[in-house]
Each structure stands twice: as structure tokens, then as C-alpha cells.
């Protein structure tokens, strides 16, 4: 599972319980946020803010993963795939 599945993941729960008249939190709203401007900065000039979009998605993935939203499998690929837009991405600039 990647970032982008996730909030999709996210929106489609959201949406659904809407439908139900059911509570919603719209959290898909805060990591897509937070998702967009960490893919927005430059590794080198915004190491800061990195790291702090990093650490607050990191955070949400495991606050999922203890809510049984994602499966434990599921949190180790998004932790990848955030570890590598923190650090990986930058090689190719």
C-alpha cells in the first residue's frame, strides 16, 4: 500500500460513513495535505520541514494501524513508501 491508496483508503471510509449519517473525521483531508506539501519541498533547503511532514504522517500511520483502520503489513509498506519520499526521492533531482 502506498500514501496515494491510503487517503483513497481513507476518503472511501470517509464518504461512506457520511452516507450512513454516521460521524467522520476527514482525516484524509489532513494526510493529503500534509502528503502534497512534504512532495512540494526541496530535500536539501527544507530538511525542517521534512522531517516534521515526515514524522506527522509517520504518526498517523501508526495511530491507524492501532485503530485496526490498516493491518500491521499494510503500516510496514506505507512506512516504506513514506521512508523513501523522505529520503529516496531526492536522489533523483
Do not use: C, Q
Not at 493529503?32 to 530535500?43: A, F, I, Q, R, S
Not at 522531517?51 to 506505507?78: Q, V
Amino acid at each position: 500500500m502506498t500514501i496515494i491508496e491510503l487517503i483513497e483508503k481513507l476518503k472511501t471510509e470517509t464518504h461512506r460513513r457520511a452516507n450512513e449519517k454516521k460521524d467522520t473525521n476527514f482525516a484524509f483531508g489532513i494526510i493529503e495535505e500534509w502528503y502534497v506539501d512534504m512532495l512540494k519541498l526541496n530535500p536539501v533547503r527544507d530538511n525542517d520541514l521534512l522531517d516534521k511532514y515526515y514524522h506527522k504522517i509517520n504518526g498517523m500511520i501508526y495511530g491507524l494501524e492501532a485503530a485496526y483502520f490498516i493491518t500491521e503489513k499494510e503500516k510496514r509498506e506505507l512506512i516504506d513508501d513514506l521512508h523513501w519520499t523522505r529520503y529516496g526521492s531526492h536522489i533523483f533531482e
